[in-house]
């Protein structure tokens, strides 16, 4: 019997390491807890989001342009702030004159004039709430991902890997997990190279070759009814501690990828993969993400790229990814939608979300 529930999640946003001024969204949730209704759901939701926003300049979250903040062009976020008596900064010429105005005033506001400033930049938010129905859990048994350093060791990837089956019982998943294990530590004979140094959810000691992890069991949510022995697994691809999704030392993609959900049916599968681009879409820069090296392109045909593209902005004249991101940030106020959609187009061989058809075990 399926049972539903409200889930509050808390929305991916990631500050790199280093060279990013900007804390950056990602197309990553984490549940931090469930209610059986949506009201108690929602109002933990906004609890959570007061606290948070009373602490955040808004303005450090997205990226170099307003177009990440708020669906308000410049104009209308002026009149947005005057109509609660918020005088907006004198000079707009600069993202950096946002961020700047926010921590001279913000604290002078009162609740009613904050919570309204909020709500103007409607795409800075941190949770949010989504019905799950779980019928039956299903349990994915997934090979982690490991990148070749410099010095020849094995690094796991920050997440994700690859799906090894799909099981409905967690027992049978455990079992194929611990097999697979045992295997790969008997025919891997260096397996002292392998650290778990940047991976979610692992500490960063030694571990003896028996402790060695190459396989590992994530529960997905999902609904397969008993009769199913095929299932379409949505699943997202994997970013690394830089915020990029997973590559090697050539900048290739690794095929790293983070379960999402387990459906019975195809269509309702690629609905939600659909949903979940779209959506990313929309709060992202895609050189945040993506190397230029991932379109597969030269630097030559990627100048030619953005000669095409007509930017308002000239483009850069290196294939750093750093100097495309900026390049883009400082675009977004001026570009089309037409030229946003060209810019994702050119890593569409890489999807953000994916739908892989699994088999379903029960073992």
């Known amino acids: 019997m399926s049972e539903t529930h409200f889930a509050v999640r808390r929305l991916g946003w990631h500050q790199a390491p280093h060279g990013d001024p900007y804390t950056r969204r990602l197309p990553t949730t984490t549940t931090v807890t469930q209610f059986d209704n949506f009201d108690e759901a929602e109002?933990?939701?906004?609890?959570?989001?007061?606290?948070?926003?009373?602490?955040?300049?808004?303005?450090?979250?997205?990226?170099?342009?307003?177009?990440?903040?708020?669906?308000?062009?410049?104009?209308?976020?002026?009149?947005?702030?005057?109509?609660?008596?918020?005088?907006?900064?004198?000079?707009?010429?600069?993202?950096?004159?946002?961020?700047?105005?926010?921590?001279?005033?913000?604290?002078?506001?009162?609740?009613?004039?904050?919570?309204?400033?909020?709500?103007?930049?409607?795409?800075?938010?941190?949770?949010?709430?989504?019905?799950?129905?779980?019928?039956?859990?299903?349990?994915?048994?997934?090979?982690?991902?490991?990148?070749?350093?410099?010095?020849?060791?094995?690094?796991?990837?920050?997440?994700?890997?690859?799906?090894?089956?799909?099981?409905?019982?967690?027992?049978?998943?455990?079992?194929?997990?611990?097999?697979?294990?045992?295997?790969?530590?008997?025919?891997?004979?260096?397996?002292?190279?392998?650290?778990?140094?940047?991976?979610?959810?692992?500490?960063?000691?030694?571990?003896?070759?028996?402790?060695?992890?190459?396989?590992?069991?994530?529960?997905?949510?999902?609904?397969?009814?008993h009769f199913t022995d095929t299932g379409f697994l949505v699943q997202r691809r994997a970013f690394d501690p830089s915020g990029f999704v997973c590559h090697d030392q050539q900048g290739r993609d690794t095929q790293s990828r983070v379960p999402v959900r387990v459906f019975a049916d195809r269509s309702a599968a690629e609905s939600q993969r659909d949903e979940l681009i779209e959506a990313a879409h929309?709060?992202?820069?895609?050189?945040?993400?993506?190397?230029?090296?991932?379109?597969?392109?030269?630097?030559?045909?990627?100048?030619?790229?953005?000669e095409w593209l007509r930017p308002p902005l000239p483009w850069p004249t290196n294939f750093r990814p750093t100097s495309w991101r900026e390049w883009w940030d400082l675009c977004q106020d001026d570009v089309t939608p037409e030229q946003r959609i060209a810019a994702w187009k050119l890593f569409e061989d890489h999807p953000l979300f994916e739908v892989l058809p699994i088999t379903i075990r029960d073992d």
Not at 156 to 166: I, T
Not at 297 to 303: H, P, S
């Open 282 to 306: 929309a709060v992202m820069n895609p050189f945040q993400v993506f190397t230029p090296v991932m379109a597969g392109l030269g630097e030559v045909q990627f100048a030619a790229w953005a």
């Open 43 to 225: 109002y933990h939701r906004r609890a959570l989001e007061h606290e948070l926003r009373l602490r955040e300049n808004p303005f450090r979250f997205g990226g170099a342009a307003l177009y990440f903040q708020s669906s308000l062009d410049i104009p209308r976020l002026h009149d947005w702030l005057l109509d609660i008596g918020i005088d907006p900064p004198v000079e707009q010429l600069r993202h950096l004159d946002w961020h700047r105005w926010w921590d001279a005033f913000a604290h002078t506001w009162n609740e009613e004039q904050l919570h309204h400033a909020w709500q103007g930049l409607d795409k800075v938010r941190f949770f949010d709430v989504v019905e799950e129905t779980t019928e039956v859990a299903p349990h994915v048994v997934m090979e982690i991902g490991f990148v070749e350093t410099r010095n020849g060791s094995q690094n796991a990837e920050r997440e994700g890997g690859r799906p090894e089956g799909v099981f409905r019982s967690v027992r049978g998943a455990n079992a194929v997990c611990d097999r697979l294990n045992v295997a790969r530590r008997e025919a891997t004979f260096d397996w002292w190279r392998y650290r778990y140094l940047q991976r979610l959810g692992y500490d960063e000691r030694d571990r003896a070759e028996s402790e060695t992890v190459f396989f590992e069991v994530v529960d997905v949510p999902g609904e397969l009814p």
